[in-house]
C-alpha cells in the first residue's frame, strides 16, 4: 500500500483523524498539545497519529492535505486545519458540535 492510500485508509476508518507530533497525553510540541486538548475539552472521540514515529506520513501529510504543517484535524475524511482554526471552533462551540455530529449524539 503506498503512503496515500495508507493516509486514505486511516481516515476511513476513524471518524475524526488528528495527525500530531507526540500523542495526545505525552505531546512533542505545543500546537499539537493545544489542538489535543481542544479536543478532549470539546468530548470529541478521535484517533491520534504520532507523525514522529510515522516518518511516511510525517513527509506525505502536507502534500496530501495541502497544508504545510503540524498538527493537522480531519474530520469525516475532509482537512479542517491545525491548532488555529481547532481553538478557534472550540471557542465558538462548533468543535463539540462538529465531534456530536460525528458521533450521532446531541450535543
Not at 61 to 79: C, D, M, S, V, Y
Not at 80 to 91: A, F, N, R, T
Request: with cysteine; aromatic share 8%.
Amino acid at each position: 500500500m503506498d503512503i496515500n492510500e495508507r493516509i486514505r485508509a486511516i481516515l476511513a476508518e476513524h471518524p475524526i483523524v488528528l495527525f500530531m507530533k507526540g500523542t495526545p497525553e505525552f505531546p512533542m510540541c505545543g500546537f499539537s498539545g493545544r489542538a489535543a486538548g481542544a479536543l478532549t475539552e470539546a468530548g470529541a472521540t478521535f484517533h491520534a497519529v504520532n507523525v514522529l514515529a510515522e516518518p511516511q506520513i510525517r513527509a506525505a501529510l502536507p502534500h496530501f492535505a495541502n497544508w504545510p504543517t503540524f498538527p493537522q484535524l480531519f474530520i469525516q475524511g475532509e482537512l479542517i486545519g491545525g491548532c488555529d482554526i481547532i481553538e478557534d471552533l472550540k471557542s465558538a462551540g462548533e468543535l463539540s458540535r462538529m465531534a456530536s455530529d460525528v458521533a450521532g449524539i446531541a450535543p
